[in-house]
């Protein structure tokens, strides 16, 4: 692990002289100075510094949440250039609106948890970004492209893409840390392009806020969850924006008001932090991950009477495979294709099914690929949050000697089609399909 030092800095020439041998460290500040664009002037890896407000006052417990958060970043590595010279860009997408928001480079970098796509899986994942940015193996991306939109990080299973700058166990340890801290801690999401009015903020309110740097106002969908869980309080600050407005409306549907609030800057002042600092609440013990998460949350919502309908399909990102009925032959590979376990296949002596434990499905699409008959066709967003929901059913056949439950009626035709194309008689094939096990024995044995 790369040691991660503390340097204290008064102005420009100071920063650069500091991080002349330096790969990582948190870097505190005297006064305000645009930190992290200086450092990627400098073509240094701007995600591995963490740049706070020096006050004297700062105390272990900041510091050590700081580091927590910086060494999750570090696991992700240094980033390669992922600029793509194969496709052309466009002058229109050079000078489009959203480049005056691109001071900074956030794209996505892979998470540990890519290896549960395929290749299939990849290529249509890449087809998400609206911008094109995202090539078909999901590492490499046309980086002039990519505007921090903030759509795949939302679409794909947690930890499939990293945020660089807002790792899901990094930021899940540094709130277990704050939540047990004596004194009440406001976490500030800052955009970058407003970094120096940030550090006035923070350093007039010394030990009481950690500044956290976001790009273009983008906030994964499990962040403000975070925060419900932990019992800490979040600022989210940035220049007006249709992103940031529409994360406000989000939050506000979340019922997470007096938890996380999306706001320009000049509406920071000490009564608004006096009164966020009161919002802290008792953490939440839950043990949670990047599987359980959405369930976790269920839970959570149940308990205090609500549900997920509350929440818009963009903000949560639980899915229901669509299923077609008749093209369904309940052979299991969906099942076993499953890294979530969220589908189960049920038969009942008159009704096959093939059920789904909501608020399992992450969207991975592994049972899309895995389907031969091409059953599966899409995923749409799930708004309910308990128990099972019926993708598909079928009739039971039945033994033309004793009457038993044989197997599906779907399954068995799919089988008796497959058998007869090979070269097998139709009749020998029936005496195979559709005869119960004992009665396969009893004229094996008459035979």
Request: glycine share 4%.
């Amino acid at each position: 692990m790369t040691d991660i030092k503390t340097i204290i800095i008064g102005d420009e020439k100071e920063l650069i002289d500091a991080t002349e041998n330096l790969s990582a460290g948190i870097i505190l500040l005297k006064r305000p100075i645009p930190a992290y664009k200086i450092l990627r002037e400098k073509s240094l890896v701007w995600q591995h510094f963490h740049v706070h407000a020096y006050s004297a006052d700062i105390d272990d417990d900041l510091l050590t949440a700081i580091r927590i958060l910086l060494q999750e970043r570090l696991k992700l590595g240094d980033p390669p250039s992922r600029i793509s010279r194969g496709k052309a860009v466009s002058r229109r997408e050079v000078f489009s609106l959203w480049r005056s928001l691109k001071e900074y480079v956030n794209g996505p970098i892979p998470g540990h948890n890519l290896h549960l796509l395929n290749s299939d899986a990849r290529r249509l994942f890449s087809k998400i970004c609206p911008y094109g940015a995202l090539l078909e193996d999901l590492v490499s991306m046309v980086e002039s492209r990519c505007n921090e939109c903030g759509i795949c990080y939302s679409f794909l299973p947690v930890q499939v893409l990293e945020n660089p700058l807002l790792p899901f166990d990094g930021i899940k340890s540094l709130l277990a840390l704050l939540s047990s801290r004596t004194i009440s801690t406001v976490v500030l999401y800052y955009a970058l392009s407003i970094e120096e009015k940030a550090y006035n903020v923070i350093s007039k309110w010394s030990n009481n806020v950690l500044g956290i740097p976001v790009t273009n106002s983008m906030v994964p969908w499990w962040l403000p969850l975070l925060h419900k869980l932990y019992g800490v309080p979040a600022i989210l600050l940035g220049p007006p924006n249709p992103y940031l407005s529409y994360i406000q409306e989000d939050i506000k549907n979340l019922y997470l008001n007096n938890v996380f609030h999306a706001i320009p800057s000049e509406e920071v002042d000490d009564e608004f932090i006096n009164e966020t600092l009161k919002t802290k609440k008792k953490a939440n013990q839950t043990s949670i991950d990047s599987k359980n998460l959405v369930p976790q949350l269920s839970m959570l919502l149940q308990a205090e009477g609500k549900g997920l309908s509350s929440y818009k399909p963009d903000s949560i990102r639980s899915f229901v495979p669509i299923v077609e009925n008749q093209k369904c032959i309940f052979c299991g590979a969906c099942v076993k294709s499953c890294p979530y376990e969220a589908l189960e296949l049920e038969s009942e002596p008159k009704l096959p099914r093939l059920l789904l434990k909501l608020n399992y499905c992450q969207g991975c699409y592994n049972c899309m690929y895995a389907c031969p008959t091409q059953a599966i066709s899409r995923f749409e967003p799930l708004l309910t949050y308990n128990g099972y929901k019926n993708l598909a059913h079928d009739e039971m056949v039945n033994c033309i000697y004793c009457g038993s439950p044989v197997g599906s009626r779907r399954r068995i035709e799919y089988i008796e089609k497959k058998m007869i194309e090979s070269g097998m008689d139709s009749e020998k094939v029936v005496q195979i399909t559709r005869v119960c096990p004992v009665c396969r024995t009893k004229n094996l044995v008459k035979s």
